[in-house]
């Protein structure tokens, strides 16, 4: 199950549908199937929470730089799989998120990611070198420069002097070094959860598209996208790991997060992936899918967005690859989506009642798998 948005976590609602399973072979007297509960994301808020409680993974709760450079606690997961290979899940929202500023303090100028950054480097000395990483509700627009600054690469002024690292001293950086840089970050692999495909700069970029809900007013943005323009300008003349390295401004997804996504691909040989389909595949989904007699998923409400990548229709296209029955219970279903349930799914169930208190929201899940299960078997 994906999380319903401000009631259920992907974690509460898989064992919502487990308990109603449950209950349904309790009144009809059988002996209860093999059920096993899923984490899901697609890489926003909840990703960390998912995979570690759904994979048994520990947190680490650390102090880092917040946006505004204060300090602010953050919390991130660390996964170790069967051959002891460590995975750190990180939200970048942990650590830049614009939840963390208020409303009125909100300028993407004066933001930084360099605590995510300081959280990729407490994974490292923990032993992580793969990175899962979701780049969702970002406060930022400086291109990354505050993360790779943690990661010990400088950015340098005319004078020689390192710029500062937000969004207004983009447009000071004439230099790069990576000397600096933290030698571990060459064993790492980087998965960024990107579901956007917006390039760096320009009309469809970072700052143009993203910036005015990150406080950004006009003359701001173009600040921005000047700044995050004479950051790839610079970068495309800098040789860092091999001679190979292209100017990468225009991958699709290089201006999400601000361009972060941009500072994974171009500095860290990182890859922006659908964070949906990065989660299914970090939990073996697929072999897990083929082992099973029945799928079932679901998320707060089904509606366009769902089609557009969202985890209940990754889910379910794994289940018709693999030709197995899947049933999505849901929130709520929007009117115009009959057609993809009729192509993805056996059957859409809404669970909610019209008016009714989200707080109740896993009572309501239970009942309708409940009511599902028993009604099935009662017309065998």
């Not at 303090?105 to 360099?114: A, E, F, G, I, S």
Request: hydrophobic share 40%; glycine share 12%; with cysteine.
């Amino acid at each position: 199950m994906d999380s319903f948005k401000g009631s259920l976590t992907s974690f509460d609602a898989g064992h919502a549908v487990y308990r109603g399973i449950e209950k349904a072979w309790q009144h009809m007297s059988s002996p209860l199937p093999q059920v096993k509960v899923l984490p899901l994301a697609d890489g926003g808020e909840g990703t960390v929470t998912a995979l570690i409680r759904g994979l048994g993974g520990v947190y680490r709760n650390i102090k880092v730089r917040g946006p505004l450079k204060a300090q602010v606690e953050a919390i991130y997961g660390i996964v170790t799989s069967t051959d002891g290979t460590l995975t750190a899940v990180i939200e970048m929202a942990a650590a830049a998120g614009l939840w963390l500023i208020p409303e009125k303090d909100r300028n993407p100028l004066h933001t930084t990611t360099y605590g995510v950054g300081e959280l990729i480097l407490h994974a490292l000395s923990k032993g992580c070198r793969n990175f899962l990483i979701g780049i969702g509700g970002s406060a930022t627009n400086d291109g990354g420069i505050g993360m790779l600054t943690a990661l010990g690469f400088e950015f340098r002024d005319d004078t020689g002097r390192e710029t500062g690292i937000c969004g207004k001293d983009l447009n000071r950086i004439v230099s790069i070094r990576n000397s600096g840089k933290h030698t571990e970050l060459n064993e790492c692999t980087f998965r960024i959860a990107c579901d956007v495909n917006n390039p760096l700069c320009g009309p469809n970029g970072a700052a143009a598209v993203f910036g005015p809900q990150k406080g950004a007013s006009p003359d701001d943005i173009l600040r921005l996208d000047s700044g995050l323009a004479n950051l790839a300008d610079v970068a495309s003349r800098m040789i860092f790991r091999d001679s190979q390295t292209r100017d990468k401004r225009d991958v699709p997804g290089a201006g999400a997060a601000g361009g972060l996504g941009y500072a994974f691909v171009q500095f860290l040989d990182g890859t922006l992936e659908s964070g949906a389909t990065m989660i299914m595949d970090a939990i073996g989904l697929e072999q897990e899918i083929r082992n099973a007699d029945l799928v079932i998923t679901g998320e707060g409400r089904m509606d366009d967005q769902t089609a557009m990548g969202k985890a209940p229709m990754g889910v379910a296209c794994l289940a018709k690859k693999n030709g197995k029955k899947v049933i999505a219970f849901c929130g709520s279903i929007a009117p115009s989506v009959p057609h993809m349930k009729e192509v993805l799914f056996d059957q859409c169930i809404p669970v909610t009642p019209a008016g009714a208190s989200l707080e109740l929201a896993s009572e309501w899940l239970q009942k309708a798998v409940f009511e599902y299960f028993t009604s099935f078997h009662l017309s065998l």
